[in-house]
């Protein structure tokens, strides 16, 4: 069985099944890309994946253990980028990330973090002076600036350059060779060697009713 | 224990960084009060009588004027869900972030009302027993308007929805708080009152962000 995985799992929002019957299977090293058209509800299975959403039937299990049964383990696994990225205006880049790491570890990693995506030289600029692309690079920057072994990133190449592209595609593979897992929902080439992809297509409503 | 401290001293800075909020609480609450003169004519002795319950009430109101963005900000820039997925229990970081809330709203609002209380002519008995009704009750405050504060994240027009939810909750404070100065000026013991308000910020502290906690998961499934 799996490390991480899902079984059976149906998602109910907004009044209508987004997905029913779904499974999904990591194991340390995988990466799962999440294909599907829109409202194909590839961002609500990354929700459920990190515990935020909880599947109307069905369990989201690590090691054989359900997820909300210790959602603070769960958490201290995962590492989730969302459509919002979370800066704060007032602080300046160097303390947003400290701030994120520091609920981990003890912020060693911070500037490294900055380095592996290009944005050390920002360190001392507030926040709400940064274009979208730097403030995704921020938030990308969470993943390295703290330990997680599972990334769950959606659409994390939004508003990102060609070589924002590349250190994340670095940051992916180095995090894989540690043994790490990611999943993706994303239109962009992330270098994912040897990822299955999910299409969530097939997992519409008329398959649940 | 840690996780708590860190996400308190965020939200201090935070709120230091942007100190005009936390000013603009104690410039209403100052102006509420000194609206009272001006409506109700100088009269000492009028003033006297009524100046517990303006100075209470005003500071109810610049209390809950601040709560709308306890977690409002934090909730759309999306920092409220990653701090759901940080391995702090969400109980903690709602209380951590009352916490915050009443170090930069409660306390300032306590430091002011002796000014405003000589403003209001009350009598000298009543100035330890305000302070001692206000350090009480202003943290209980805090405590309540969180849940109300969670309750309607992601509503529409947010702020009149959460004083009608509320300023209801905030009642028995109001009227122990009230009753616990005028006693002391009447010089009869204050000290019933004040062992009632000790109650409900007793049961308020483990209750609210347990309750906070929960509406903020909820807010979050969506």
Same mark, same amino acid.
């Given at each position: 069985?799996p490390?991480?995985?899902?079984?059976?799992l149906?998602?109910?929002r907004?009044?209508?099944i987004?997905? $029913?019957?779904l499974?999904?299977?990591?194991?340390?090293?995988?990466?799962l890309i999440?294909?599907?058209?829109?409202?194909?509800?590839?961002s609500?299975?990354?929700?459920?994946?990190? $515990?935020l959403l909880?599947?109307?039937?069905?369990?989201?299990?690590?090691?054989?253990?359900?997820?909300?049964?210790?959602?603070e383990?769960h958490?201290?696994?995962?590492?989730?980028?969302?459509?919002?990225?979370?800066?704060?205006?007032a602080?300046?880049?160097?303390?947003?990330?400290?701030?994120w790491a520091?609920?981990?570890?003890n912020?060693?990693?911070?500037?490294?973090?900055?380095?592996?995506f290009?944005?050390?030289?920002?360190?001392?600029?507030?926040?709400?002076?940064l274009s979208?692309g730097?403030?995704?690079?921020?938030?990308?920057?969470?993943?390295?600036a703290?330990?997680?072994?599972?990334?769950?990133?959606d659409?994390?190449?939004?508003?990102l350059?060609?070589?924002?592209?590349e250190?994340?595609?670095?940051?992916?593979?180095?995090?894989? @060779?540690? $043994? $790490?897992?990611?999943?993706?929902?994303?239109? /962009?080439?992330l270098g994912?060697?040897?990822?299955?992809t999910?299409d969530l297509?097939?997992?519409?409503?008329?398959?649940?009713a | 224990m840690s996780?708590f401290?860190h996400?308190?001293?965020?939200?201090?800075h935070?709120?230091?960084r942007?100190?005009?909020?936390s000013s603009?609480?104690?410039?209403?609450f100052?102006i509420?009060?000194?609206?009272?003169?001006f409506?109700?004519?100088?009269?000492?002795?009028i003033?006297?009588?009524?100046?517990?319950g303006?100075i209470?009430?005003?500071?109810?109101?610049?209390?809950?004027?601040?709560?709308?963005?306890?977690?409002?900000?934090?909730?759309?820039?999306?920092?409220l869900?990653l701090?759901?997925?940080e391995p702090v229990?969400?109980?903690?970081?709602?209380a951590a972030k009352i916490?915050a809330h009443?170090l930069?709203t409660?306390?300032?609002?306590?430091?002011?009302a002796?000014?405003?209380?000589?403003?209001?002519?009350?009598? /000298?008995?009543?100035f330890?027993?305000?302070? @001692?009704?206000?350090?009480?009750?202003?943290?209980?405050?805090?405590?309540?308007?969180?849940?109300?504060?969670?309750l309607?994240l992601?509503s529409?027009?947010g702020?009149?929805?959460?004083?009608l939810?509320?300023l209801?909750?905030?009642?028995?404070?109001?009227?122990? /708080?009230?009753?616990a100065?005028?006693? /002391?000026?009447?010089?009869?013991?204050?000290?019933?009152h004040?062992?009632?308000?000790?109650?409900?910020?007793?049961t308020?502290?483990?209750?609210?962000?347990?309750?906070?906690a929960?509406a903020?998961r909820?807010a979050?499934?969506t």
């Amino acid at each position: 069985m799996p490390l991480f995985s899902g079984h059976d799992l149906t998602c109910f929002r907004g009044g209508r099944i987004v997905f $029913g019957g779904l499974e999904f299977g990591f194991d340390p090293g995988d990466a799962l890309i999440l294909v599907g058209p829109n409202g194909s509800g590839k961002s609500s299975l990354l929700r459920l994946m990190t $515990g935020l959403l909880r599947p109307l039937a069905g369990r989201v299990q690590w090691d054989g253990e359900d997820i909300a049964e210790e959602p603070e383990t769960h958490n201290r696994r995962v590492h989730y980028v969302g459509h919002l990225d979370a800066v704060k205006p007032a602080f300046t880049v160097a303390e947003n990330l400290t701030f994120w790491a520091g609920l981990r570890t003890n912020g060693e990693a911070v500037q490294p973090a900055l380095d592996a995506f290009g944005i050390r030289h920002l360190s001392e600029v507030p926040g709400r002076f940064l274009s979208a692309g730097q403030r995704r690079r921020l938030n990308l920057a969470r993943l390295k600036a703290s330990p997680g072994k599972l990334w769950l990133l959606d659409e994390p190449a939004t508003a990102l350059d060609s070589r924002a592209l590349e250190q994340l595609r670095a940051a992916v593979a180095s995090h894989r @060779a540690d $043994g $790490g897992m990611v999943c993706a929902a994303t239109h /962009a080439d992330l270098g994912l060697d040897g990822a299955s992809t999910l299409d969530l297509a097939g997992f519409g409503a008329k398959d649940a009713a | 224990m840690s996780g708590f401290m860190h996400i308190l001293r965020r939200d201090l800075h935070l709120s230091m960084r942007q100190s005009m909020d936390s000013s603009m609480v104690v410039a209403f609450f100052i102006i509420a009060v000194v609206l009272f003169p001006f409506g109700v004519g100088p009269e000492p002795n009028i003033l006297a009588r009524i100046s517990s319950g303006v100075i209470l009430v005003a500071a109810l109101l610049a209390s809950m004027l601040s709560l709308e963005r306890l977690f409002q900000t934090d909730f759309e820039d999306g920092s409220l869900e990653l701090l759901a997925l940080e391995p702090v229990a969400l109980e903690i970081t709602v209380a951590a972030k009352i916490t915050a809330h009443w170090l930069t709203t409660g306390l300032p609002l306590i430091i002011a009302a002796p000014l405003l209380a000589v403003f209001m002519n009350m009598p /000298a008995a009543g100035f330890p027993i305000l302070l @001692a009704t206000l350090l009480l009750g202003t943290p209980t405050l805090s405590l309540i308007g969180a849940i109300g504060a969670a309750l309607v994240l992601g509503s529409r027009r947010g702020g009149v929805l959460l004083s009608l939810l509320v300023l209801p909750l905030y009642i028995p404070v109001l009227i122990f /708080a009230v009753g616990a100065i005028d006693a /002391a000026v009447g010089g009869l013991p204050s000290k019933p009152h004040l062992l009632i308000l000790s109650a409900l910020l007793v049961t308020t502290l483990p209750l609210c962000p347990w309750a906070g906690a929960a509406a903020v998961r909820q807010a979050l499934d969506t």
